[in-house]
């Protein structure tokens, strides 16, 4: 920074450097200055709750953590007042906590609260430990809280109340005994909280404690309550002072370190791609810490990513080859199972050719697992038949993005969606399907005056937080995205600069939109006249606008034309190129747009360079010696088809339970019958592979390394955390014996020589190394040959030859209707708690506790026009099958709308009402366009959804934690006042 941005601050006779604006605490630690700092967190800003940050500042007493730099401060640490002041501070926290470290399961080295007794050189302390009169509340599924241990510090509160805004986390101060509460003073798991497990990341001490780490991290905390008391008892006895007590606790920690690993991995659920440790001992999951400063979450997870990692251990993964005899699996070994898929392979490539193969990559692998996959299918079998997961959700965004804008990711960074003054979410359950992300835009709205408007069917959380909640038909996005644009250019709302400098074909464009006039869209759409044109100027007006969106728009019928309309929208407003704007498709699983990136699509290669393209041909073509088909692939739904044609006779499946989660299973459950040879790879006997002949056991991603890309197009590394699972084996490695045995000479040892070679071939990934992306640095597509990568795209223009951006055309058609034997619309999508058809999540107890099944969300007038009631026993039946499932009535959904989650695999699945309607620009199937009736079997039962459920909880929002009520209270004075009344 030059000289003119810094404020000059005088610490302990020193001068410093500071940031105008910086907390004075940063700037102490940036100085390497020592100050106790228990209840601050860089991550939560200044709580001012524990008040052992007493400095001077100007020759008066102040907490270091409440208080900005200013130009000249003069600032004492070591001063014999302010020593004073954090010793009254210290001893008041050690009144609150017992301190027991030797055979605390927190001991890890991580305590604040030991560190800051140690640091500090107290022997003994003024105030002794006084129990409080609650009890512990262990009602959770997954951690639990110990008043006695508590200091009322309240980051468990800031972390709830402003990063995760849940709001359900509070402090009573008005109480005789202040505690934290719940809600509005519930037990935990009566609560709203959605065991995100944030509370727990920043706790300082032991007082929120996973429940799974307890009596196992210690080496002598593995004892029954009783005992455990009287070992502590003893340990208060024995030492003579704090001293000798944290020698001996500090030396057990260390021994810790030799049973307890800690390894960095990404989560393995949503595209947000958050990053954390992994503690294991042995092969038991103990906890997940978040790391201050990992790129895409910091310090936050979602209850999937802190709680959710049980499949792994989960006595249904598969361990050993299966191969089918007859209507039953057996036990194989791998040279066996290797040698029998080959084979098979082998012969349906003679006798059919190699189109007659196809083969389904895995969004849950990593990049280098999907890159051996079209390699796999191109190099080893001659064929672009190859495709992923995107193609059930995202391609029609990726498709959108290439129209207009050139690259088919994220604008930018989640950072940019915090900046922005306008974020507008379109078909997305934002808070459930992306949550961490989610908390970044609720935070930004809470806390920094950003404006929320959310577009969809149902009034979920993001709708009801939204200061603009629009309910448009089904379907018909693109309406209302197209009549406000047209509004936006014919009223000269447009950004003249921008379109002129950086757009193409605007004259065409604009001719375009002349059918979507406002009377024709609030008949389209339901959004009234004036609320478009509210709409309108209010985008046009904002200087800064995201736009978010997700399945709601992409599955159905013209889910390509909408993804492209709000491109359009934001290219007509200069929203792209420029901090806190862009077009944001949220990515749904882990390594969605790292398995396209990586080039299984049957019309791309690796980085997106069409088969088509001889030159990017050519590059693969002379590093594996074979020729590679100019032809556009079958995608999944082609391939599908094509088994029931009898065209395609062989099918590769890894890690995808494509009997589930496709469109219209019945269909393709047959068409899998159909099959000459199926392969499934997968951690588990799916529903998929039940059908297959043969079964290769995969192993997770805590027992690989490799890497995954975010929705932010960001690439991080994962470190393997413990050794396969008995027999199984990596992706990876299973393609290399599997290629190998084929004749072709694979020979990787690790998957960064998988990354080098895939980016030696894509202009895209050219500066991606292993070196690069250590620990938690991540880079974000497309990476230049030096390393330099792109936190936000089109800064300096587009990726087409004029460096410019494009309009495109799009119309509308009206594609779902509702018909009088058909009469209810089925909308669905994902759940927090669970992900997809719930393969991994049903494998966590505690998940499965608070949300056992699938449920119908029905409104509470269609609930009383059928008459029916909570627990209801429905049949949903459409035009290619039906669904039992269980009734829940909310207000979420409304009229002849119901809602039905993803999470089933049996039948309750949704998929057994989709058919066989696509978007016809990628062949993503229409999920959201399900019509049915409703057939009554049970009038009313228990509710499927249970009564500790979050759903039911009544949060009670805030800012902060009101320090200012602990401040008011009779026996609270300032630890400054107090030394300065002793003079």
């Known amino acids: 920074m030059k000289d003119q941005e810094h404020n000059v601050v005088t610490i302990n006779g020193q001068e410093f450097l500071a940031k105008p604006g910086q907390l004075l605490i940063d700037t102490i630690n940036e100085a390497k200055e020592q100050v106790p700092q228990i209840c601050y967190h860089h991550s939560l800003g200044p709580v001012q709750t524990c008040d052992t940050c007493i400095v001077r500042v100007n020759g008066e007493l102040t907490r270091a953590c409440g208080i900005e730099v200013k130009p000249g401060m003069d600032v004492q640490t070591e001063a014999e007042d302010v020593n004073q002041a954090q010793y009254e501070a210290l001893n008041r926290i050690m009144g609150k906590h017992e301190l027991y470290c030797t055979v605390c399961d927190y001991n890890n080295g991580s305590c604040e609260i030991h560190n800051a007794i140690a640091e500090w050189g107290i022997e003994h302390q003024s105030k002794p430990f006084r129990p409080s009169s609650y009890e512990v509340d262990r009602s959770g599924s997954f951690y639990r ?71 196992e991290t210690g080496l002598l905390t593995n004892q029954e309550p009783g005992l455990l008391r009287s070992m502590i008892e003893l ?20 021994l810790r370190e030799e049973h307890i690993d800690k390894t960095k991995t990404v989560c393995t659920y949503c595209g947000v791609g958050c990053s954390f440790n992994v503690w294991t001992k042995g092969r038991q999951i103990l906890k997940v810490e978040p790391q201050a400063g990992s790129p895409a979450n910091d310090i936050s997870t979602c209850v999937k990513g802190k709680f959710g990692f049980d499949y792994v251990n989960s006595e249904e993964r598969l361990t050993n080859p299966l191969i089918r005899e007859g209507d039953y699996f057996r036990e194989a070994t791998w040279e066996e199972a290797i040698s029998y898929a080959a084979k098979n392979l082998k012969r349906i490539r003679t006798e059919h050719g190699t189109d007659a193969l196809g083969f389904i990559a895995s969004s849950k692998a990593t990049n280098e697992e999907s890159f051996l996959m079209q390699k796999f299918a191109r190099q080893v079998n001659g064929t672009n038949n190859i495709d992923n997961c995107s193609r059930y959700c995202q391609t029609p965004a990726t498709i959108g993005l290439f129209r207009t804008v050139g690259y088919g990711g994220d604008a930018g960074s989640m950072s940019d969606l915090q900046e922005a003054d306008l974020v507008i979410t379109v078909g997305s359950n934002t808070a459930e399907s992306h949550p961490v992300l ?7 709205q809470k806390l920094h005056g950003q404006t929320l408007m959310v577009f969809d069917l149902r009034k979920h959380e993001m709708a009801r937080r939204a200061d603009e909640f629009y309910q448009p038909k089904p379907g018909s996005d693109l309406v209302w995205l197209s009549a406000v644009t047209k509004y936006i250019i014919d009223n000269d709302l447009y ?111 690796v980085g997106y360079d069409d088969v088509s393209d001889e030159a990017a041909r050519e590059r693969y073509e002379q590093l594996w010696g074979v020729s590679i088909s100019h032809k556009k692939g079958k995608d999944n739904h082609e391939m599908v088809d094509s088994i029931h044609e009898g065209t395609l006779k062989g099918l590769y499946i890894v890690g995808e339970d494509t009997g589930i989660v496709d469109a219209n299973i019945n269909y393709v459950t047959d068409a899998f019958d159909k099959l000459e040879f199926l392969i499934v790879q997968d951690l588990f006997l799916t529903k998929t592979a039940e059908q297959a002949d043969v079964v290769f056991p995969a192993c997770s991603s805590l027992e690989k390394e490799g890497t995954f890309t975010n929705t932010e197009r960001r690439i991080q590394r994962l470190y393997q955390s413990m050794e396969p699972l008995e027999n199984s084996k990596p992706d990876w490695e299973i393609l290399q014996l599997l290629a190998n045995e084929m004749g072709y000479l694979w020979a990787y040892s690790h998957p960064s020589e998988i990354m080098e070679e895939a980016a030696s071939l894509s202009p895209l990934f050219a500066g991606v190394t292993y070196e690069r992306l250590e620990g938690y640095n991540s880079l974000q597509w497309p990476v230049r040959a030096g390393g330099i990568d792109t936190p936000r795209l089109y800064e300096d223009g587009f990726p087409f030859e004029d460096g410019k951006a494009k309009f495109y055309a799009v119309s509308y058609r009206v594609t779902h209707e509702l018909t009088e034997e058909y009469d209810l619309h089925v909308n669905n999508g994902r759940l927090l708690e669970h992900f997809h058809e719930g393969n991994m999540t049903y494998k966590s107890a505690g998940i499965t506790r608070k949300t056992p099944n699938s449920f119908l969300e029905v409104s509470k007038e269609l609930a009383h026009e059928r008459g029916i009631e909570e627990g209801a026993l429905v049949r949903l039946t459409s035009e290619a099958g039906s669904a039992l499932v269980e009734v829940h009535i909310t207000d979420r959904v409304n009229g002849n709308q119901l809602y039905l989650p993803l999470n089933d695999n049996g039948k309750s699945a949704v998929n057994l009402l989709t058919n066989n309607d696509v978007d016809v620009d990628s062949n993503t199937p229409a999920y959201k366009e399900i019509a049915v009736n409703m057939t009554v079997i049970r009038d009313k039962g228990v509710s499927p959804l249970p009564n500790h459920n979050h759903r039911y909880g009544n949060p009670k929002p805030q800012v902060g934690v009101r320090v200012e009520d602990k401040w008011k209270r009779s026996d609270y004075t300032f630890p400054g006042e107090m030394v300065k009344s002793r003079g």
Request: hydrophobic share 30%.
């Open 438 to 444: 989610a908390s970044k835009i609720k935070r930004a």
């Open 235 to 254: 340990t208060k006895k024995v030492e003579p002072g704090y001293g000798p007590l944290f020698a001996v606790s500090d030396t057990e920690s260390k």
């Open 145 to 215: 809280y110990d008043p006695d241990q508590c200091i009322l510090c309240g980051r468990c509160v800031e972390v709830c109340q402003d990063v995760q805004v849940n709001e359900t986390i509070t402090i009573d101060w008005e109480r005789q005994e202040p505690r934290v509460i719940w809600d509005h003073d519930v037990p935990i798991d009566e609560s709203s909280c959605v065991n995100c497990g944030q509370c727990v990341t920043v706790c300082p001490c032991n007082a929120l404690m996973e429940k799974a780490a307890e009596r």
């Open 495 to 605: 950004d003249h600069r921008f379109v002129e400098q950086w757009v193409n074909q605007f004259k065409e464009y604009k001719e375009s939109l002349e059918p979507f006039t406002l009377e024709y869209a609030e008949r389209m759409t339901g959004i009234t006249q004036e609320q478009l044109i509210y709409i309108a100027n209010t985008i046009a007006r904002a200087d800064k606008v995201c736009v978010c969106w997700a399945m709601g728009v992409t599955q159905q019928q013209g889910g390509s034309d909408t993804s492209t309309a709000i491109s359009n929208l934001l290219l007509a407003t200069g929203n792209y190129g420029r901090p806190g704007t862009g077009a944001y498709p949220l990515r749904g699983h882990n390594n969605v747009q790292g398995c396209s990136d990586f080039g299984s699509m049957p019309n791309f290669l």
